[in-house]
């Protein structure tokens, strides 16, 4: 694949020249986003006969808007109410929430949306300019790398439970059970459904999001009379367009944490099959092992918030590469985008680049410039957005539950997601009153299925061989990356521990 | 001079009559069969794949046509769990047998489900009317791969177990695997993928050493693979499957061909209580065929016109009887358990 940088200038101009698709397919992405079992997947999919009779560019620069949209839109609801639109924003809400209770909610969303446009943003130019390498990535990360990147993710079950052991390696664990729920990815077998043919597809994902956050947290916020804390309270009142302005500039002086987050979702988005809930464990759990503050992780940090927020718009970029160089769709968005791609007559792949280079380049040029609009369009409102925050619990609390249990229903159309969504709820409920946390059981839920068909997958390539999983040099790099993440935070502990120590002795001696 | 009104008896017995009838039909079970025009609203069809597949792709380019002569919409719900097992579930148990309600499934991989375990329904309780095409399975390898000929694949396959992307254990095209096995002694590893696309990306990535798939998909997959072998009587796509040459001619073996074929299904009961509705969905169903919209709009997905094969319920039933006794054979390896002695 050769580089035709002459075409990125006109190219530019000419997909600045269709603001007027762009701007309002942020808006919509904006809002399905937010909403809980909204999808720009299933958007597409609803919209579909619409974008089959608009033009193949039109087509394909409202769906790159969407998509792109549609990210920053879920990690609204998971900073101001605690409920992540989709499990790409899961962990979304660990350290955003905290921030809104704190009466910090409105610097949060300025937070997120400069993380989430200059992540999306940066992984775009990278993606641009180093598709072809990147789409090597796939001929790299199989089943058994895979399981190591699963690990990372699943290890902050082992953070969350550094505050409590106990709880938190129970919470971890029953969170892995569930996930275990459903047809086994060999044989098709079921396990554990208990009758329930719903749940032969594995627990959805949804419910047990809005169940385990949102309805959990409704519950609980009912007994007070404000999400806000008493000192959030206090200062809401308060804030104007300088706390926009200073979310912005706390996000800006952590552009290397926004860079190297957004690259970790380019890298997993790349692998087909991966997806965006992976990428921002992942990166949390990155940056808090790397943090020289890691105990101020989710106690509303904003190294916790920019982290998954900056990964889960590098994802973006990164699953469309395998679609536009290989025809490998790397998510279920980029999938509906291959079925409308089809229906156009465009053939995507290697040739897709030397045929039709504008379509190709244009791709990612749509996604620069959409998110260029975004900061500009949507940023502004983070001040107003805010204001759900001061509506009383009263009212408050029966919108979340309701809104929570039609977004558990809209995926499937199931009504038993809605009475699976208030059982997650319930759940959560539990586990917060008795102190486990909520995030290491839908870790489980979330990872633990992925972990699970990696592994049995690599069992089976190697009949039943469990050394298959050192079997790789990438892997084993990995293995060897995986166990520094354990060792440096306990390294720098020790290290902490020891300067105490002397600086108590050296008064004494 | 104006006609009297007076009733007479005869009048008021064919007066009386007629009302009660009328009477009777309206408040009858039978009314919206005798009095409706079908279909009213729109038809609800049940995928057991997701979306963005080879099934999908034939399902919206077929009723993009076949809307225009029902002049109703289709809405398609996708349910790909359980290698489509829970979409047959949910159509049997959860769907009014209506003729308003239909499955597009594949008729292969589907069938060799019931082979390899029972669903909880009868299995004469639905069938298939309506075939759409006919898609042959294939061994294809990714570029880059070392393989170039099925005797290369074979050749090694004599050396070590080779592992196998599949779509799912109970394909049609792992049943043509596992025969090859048979038939030359070498050793495959079959790894189901959940899905034609991770099948492509298994031996596009190198993490199979090949996988097999349904024609279609692989030839829809362009130059990123290579196909080798073709489970068919011909090689109908010719240079688009890379001249590949067929398990019958290469190897002489007698192999019925291996399809997988998309078929719109519907409950027995819906055919029994609606046989009016049926007809109205069996007759339009063959129009689409004949209308050059359908051709333009396949074409235009990128779709072989080649494996375009219209079948009604006599040609479902024959593929049904084939497939099933086949997949009795492989059975043991297909479900993982132990053959019997």
Known sequence: MEFQFQLFGPLLIHTLSYWWVIIPSIFLGLIVGAIPGFSAANTIIILLPFTLVMDIEVGLIFMVALYCSSRMGAGIPAILVNIPGTAGAAATPLDGYPMTQAGRGQQALAMSFVASSFGGLMTTIIALLAMPLLAQVGYYMHSVEMIVVMLFGISLIASIAARDTHKGLIAGFLGLMIGSIGTDVVYATPRGTLGFLELYDGVPLIPALVGLFAVSEAFLVIEQKSILSKKGLDAAPSVGWSATLEGCTIALSRWWHITWNSIIGLIIGVIPGAGASIASFVAYQQSRTYSKTPELYGTGHPEGLIAPEAANNGVTSGTLIPLLILGIPGGATAAVMLVVMQYQGVTLGPTLFQLNPELGYGVFMAMAVTYFFMILTILPLARFMTRVTMVSTVYLAPCIIAFTLIGSFVPRVYMFDMWLGLAFGIIGYIARKTGYHVAAILIGVILGPLLETYFLRALKMSDGDIMVLFSSNLGNVLWLALFATFLVPAGIQFKKNRRLDESREAPNG | ?341
Not at chain 2, 173 to 187: F, N, R, V, Y
Not at chain 2, 195 to 213: C, P, Q
């Open chain 2, 1 to 341: 001079m104006s006609k009297t009104l007076k009733p007479t008896r005869r009048k008021f017995i064919k007066a009386a009559v007629a009302t009660a009838g009328v009477a009777a039909i309206a408040g009858s079970p039978f009314k919206s069969a005798f009095a409706a025009k079908f279909p009213e609203r729109n038809i609800n069809v049940i995928v057991p794949t997701r979306e963005g597949g080879g099934a999908d792709r034939n399902l919206r380019t077929f009723t993009s046509v076949w809307k225009n002569y029902l002049n109703v919409n289709f809405e398609p719900g996708y349910f790909p769990g359980a290698s489509g097992r829970v979409a047959y579930e949910v159509y049997m148990g959860k769907r009014e047998p209506d003729c308003y309600n239909l499955i597009f499934g594949n008729m292969g991989p589907e069938l060799l489900n019931w082979v390899v375990k029972k669903p909880t329904f009868d299995l004469n309780a639905y069938l298939y009317f309506g075939q759409v095409d006919t898609d042959p399975g294939c061994v294809f390898v990714g570029a880059k791969s070392k393989f170039k000929t099925i005797d290369d694949i074979v050749a090694a396959g004599k050396k070590r177990k080779l592992n196998v992307g599949t779509s799912r254990m109970a394909h049609p095209a792992s049943i043509g695997i596992l025969a090859l096995g048979e038939k030359t002694g070498a050793q495959f590893n079959l790894i189901p993928l959940s899905g034609g696309k991770n099948t492509v990306a298994g031996a596009v990535t190198g993490e199979m050493d090949f996988s097999v798939l349904t024609s279609g998909s692989v030839a829809a997959a362009g130059k990123a693979v290579r196909t080798v072998l073709i489970f068919d009587d011909k090689n109908k796509l010719g240079a688009r499957l890379n001249n590949a040459p067929t398990m019958n001619d290469h190897f002489g073996t007698k192999l019925p061909p291996l399809l997988s074929a998309r078929a719109f299904g519907i409950h027995r009961a819906a055919i029994d209580k609606y046989p009016d509705r049926f007809k109205v969905l069996q007759d339009t169903f063959f129009k689409v065929f004949k209308d050059p919209a359908f051709k333009m709009a396949y074409l235009k997905a990128k779709g072989d016109w080649e494996y375009v094969n219209p079948g009604g319920v006599k040609e479902c039933e024959k593929y049904s009887k084939d497939i099933a006794e086949i997949g009795e054979r492989y059975k043991s390896l297909l479900s993982g358990a132990p053959k019997k002695k």
